[in-house]
């Protein structure tokens, strides 16, 4: 593995929706700043928690797999920001030791948080709060509020007949 440098922004990737914002954020930043992007995908081979890499059957295949999604988010993002330098790199790893391991060298570390609740948190962490305790450079987090949630379906609730309808009740 390439140790980001000093001036690299690191930033986490995985297959969410606020990775990619994340992403795109830190390349915002680069093309002001002039530094370079490290977009970081740990992964590991756990065929007990991951169904597909059972079906896949070998550490490799996952590593392709991974890195082929790596490098689709990475040329969306190159697409809207064609002239910041940015490096896709996959780590057999857990994302929060990859994370912190990679802050040691970079200037700043961008990750998404997906917004879990304070259970989900308990029972599984979160690799942003790890990453906030731990990492060695600054850390932004992009709030999982700040991505638009896919459009639903082009077929129209229906509304209840004989009134004002207030829309769906929380």
């Known amino acids: 593995m390439t140790q980001p ?8 990737v995985d297959h969410s929706a606020i990775s990619a914002a994340a992403l795109r954020w830190a390349m915002a930043e680069a093309a002001v700043s002039g530094r370079q992007v490290v977009a970081l995908r740990a992964w ?10 059972a079906v ?5 295949t996952v ?10 988010v990475v040329g969306e993002a190159r697409a809207e920001h ?14 929060a030791v990859a994370l912190e391991e990679a802050s040691k060298t970079a200037s700043m570390l ?8 304070r259970l989900l948190k308990l029972l599984v962490g979160s690799v942003a709060e790890h990453c906030l305790r731990e990492a060695s450079c600054p850390v ?18 229906p509304e209840p007949a004989g009134g004002y309808y207030p829309g769906p009740l929380l």
């Not at 440098?5 to 986490?12: A, E, K, L, N, R």
């Open 5 to 12: 440098t000093q001036d690299d922004i690191v930033v986490g």
């Open 44 to 53: 590991t081979f756990e065929p007990v928690y991951d169904l597909g890499a």
């Open 56 to 60: 896949a059957g070998t550490p490799q």
């Open 63 to 72: 590593a392709d797999r991974e890195r082929k999604q790596l490098d689709e």
């Open 82 to 95: 064609p002239g910041v330098a940015v490096r896709a790199q996959l780590v057999e790893h857990s994302a």
């Open 110 to 117: 961008v990750l998404g948080s997906h917004g879990h609740s």
């Open 140 to 157: 932004v987090v992009i709030p999982a509020r700040t991505v638009p949630e896919p459009e639903k379906d082009a077929i129209a609730e």
